[in-house]
Nanobody, 126 residues
Framework: QVQLVESGGGLVQAGGSLRLSCATS????????MGWFRQAPGKEREFVAA????????YYADSVKGRFTISRDNAKNTVYLQMNSLKPEDTAVYYC???????????????????WGQGTQVTVSS
């Protein structure tokens, strides 16, 4: 497993942008596919975006497609989530997670991820 620490959350007005970062420990970061999930109060955790270990393929929830961009820097052991055109419904705690799976169908399922960060709050005001 790897240790994950998110940062970059905060309060932003609708239409604004934030960039979340997820720093990882360990020397095997490049072996993991990375995902971002979010959980709003009273709702289940939901998939946001994922990226393969190589960065060659990315996956997005329909609700964020075209607004959010996931990327990674394996040299820095860090994955990012650039969030643009934020909406109040994007308000949630955002978590990054790591999985060793190479099957893209697994990336949408939170139970396929073995390591999780502590989360960072994103609040979008209207």
């Amino acid at each position: 497993q790897v240790q994950l620490v998110e940062s970059g959350g905060g309060l932003v007005q609708a239409g604004g942008s934030l960039r979340l970062s997820c720093a990882t420990s360990g020397r095997t970061f490049s072996s993991y596919a990375m995902g971002w999930f979010r959980q709003a109060p009273g709702k289940e955790r939901e998939f946001v975006a994922a990226i393969r270990w190589s960065g060659s393929d990315t996956y997005y929830a329909d609700s964020v497609k075209g607004r959010f961009t996931i990327s990674r820097d394996n040299a820095k052991n860090t994955v990012y989530l650039q969030m643009n055109s934020l909406k109040p419904e994007d308000t949630a705690v955002y978590y990054c997670a790591a999985t060793t799976s190479t099957y893209s169908g697994d990336y949408y399922r939170d139970y396929k991820y073995g390591s999780w960060g502590q989360g960072t709050q994103v609040t979008v005001s209207s």
